[in-house]
C-alpha cells in the first residue's frame, strides 16, 4: 500500500510538471508574438500570466517536500523526486526569461520600428521544441530522447552567435540605433539562455566556483575585476565572491572577448553603453509611473 500511494504521489507530479511545462511554452509563444509585433499589450500579458506560472512551482515544491517527508523514499526514489524539482525550478526560470522579454518590447514599442531578424523567431521556435519534447521524454523516462533533445542546443546557439556577432558589428561600424542594437543583444541572450543553466540568483558564489561555472580562468576574472569590468558582490578574506548578475556579466565579457575579439576598452564602452541602457530603461519606468 505505501508504494502505490507512493507512485500515486508521483504521478500527480508528473502531471504538475507537465502543466507547468506548458503553460512555459505558451508564455515563450506569446513573448516571441508580441516582440514581433510591438505588441505592448500583448507584452502586458506575459507579464501578469507569470503568477500563475510561479504558483504552480510553488505547489510542486511543497508536494515534493510533502512526499519525502511523509512516504520517505529510497535513494533512487529520493534523486528521481529532486530531479523534478530542479526541473521545476528550471522551468520557473525560463518563465522569468519570457517575462524579460516582455518587458523589453514594451520598451521597444516606444522606439521607431525596425524589422525584427529572423532568427528570433527561429531561436524561439527551438526552444519551445526543446521544452515540449524533453517533458515527453522525462515522462516516458526515455533517456537517449532527452539526449537527442540536449544536443539541439548546439542550433540555438549557432543562432545565438550568429546574431550577436552582427549586432557588434553594427555597433562598431558607422552611426546605427545603438540602444535598439543593445536592446537587441538582451533579447536574443534571454531567448538563448532558455536552454542553458543559469546559477541561482539567490547564491553567491566563491571564485573557485565561479570559475568552474564560467570556465574563465581566476587570473583572467581578476583582470576584469581590476578593469572594473565586474564587481565582486563582496571580497572577504582576500577572495572573492559573486553573484548571478556578476556571472552573467563574467560571461557577456568572455564571450565579446573571445568570439569576437573586442578588446578591452571596447568591451568598457560595450559595458558602459548597456548600464547607461539599463538607467534608462528604469527611468522611463519610472515616469510611467
Not at 102 to 121: N, Q, Y
Not at 209 to 215: A, D, G, S, W
Request: proline share 4%.
Amino acid at each position: 500500500m505505501p508504494r502505490l500511494t507512493f507512485e500515486r504521489e508521483l504521478a500527480s507530479l508528473r502531471e504538475s510538471l507537465v502543466r507547468m511545462g506548458t503553460l512555459v511554452e505558451s508564455q515563450i509563444e506569446a513573448a516571441l508574438d508580441a516582440l514581433r509585433r510591438r505588441d505592448a499589450p500583448g507584452a502586458e500579458k506575459v507579464r501578469t500570466q507569470d503568477q500563475y506560472l510561479n504558483e504552480l512551482f510553488r505547489q510542486i515544491r511543497e508536494q515534493v517536500f510533502m512526499v519525502i517527508s511523509t512516504q520517505q523514499p529510497v535513494a533512487r526514489d529520493l534523486r528521481y523526486l529532486m530531479g523534478l524539482q530542479y526541473i521545476a525550478t528550471e522551468l520557473e526560470r525560463m518563465g522569468d526569461y519570457a517575462v524579460r522579454i516582455a518587458r523589453m518590447t514594451s520598451t521597444l514599442c516606444a522606439l521607431p520600428d525596425v524589422p525584427l531578424r529572423a532568427e528570433f523567431g527561429l531561436m524561439g521556435e527551438l526552444a519551445i521544441g526543446q521544452v515540449h519534447d524533453i517533458l515527453e521524454a522525462i515522462i516516458d523516462q526515455n533517456v537517449p530522447r532527452a539526449r537527442e533533445v540536449a544536443s539541439r542546443d548546439n542550433e540555438v546557439d549557432r543562432l545565438w552567435h550568429r546574431v550577436f556577432e552582427d549586432l557588434v558589428k553594427e555597433m562598431g561600424e558607422g552611426p546605427t540605433d545603438t540602444d535598439g542594437a543593445l536592446r537587441a543583444v538582451r533579447d536574443r541572450h534571454d531567448v538563448e539562455i532558455v536552454g542553458i543553466f543559469e546559477p541561482d540568483p539567490d547564491a553567491v558564489y566563491s571564485i573557485e566556483f565561479t570559475e568552474r561555472l564560467t570556465q574563465i580562468p581566476r587570473r583572467t576574472i581578476a583582470v576584469y575585476v581590476k578593469h572594473r569590468l565586474v564587481s565582486p558582490l563582496v571580497e572577504q578574506g582576500g577572495g572573492m565572491f559573486f553573484d548571478e548578475e556578476a556571472i552573467r556579466m563574467l560571461r557577456r565579457i568572455e564571450q565579446l572577448r573571445i568570439s569576437y575579439g573586442v578588446n578591452l576598452p571596447g568591451i568598457k564602452m560595450i559595458v558602459r553603453l548597456l548600464d547607461e541602457l539599463e538607467q534608462r530603461q528604469i527611468e522611463l519606468r519610472f515616469r510611467r509611473g
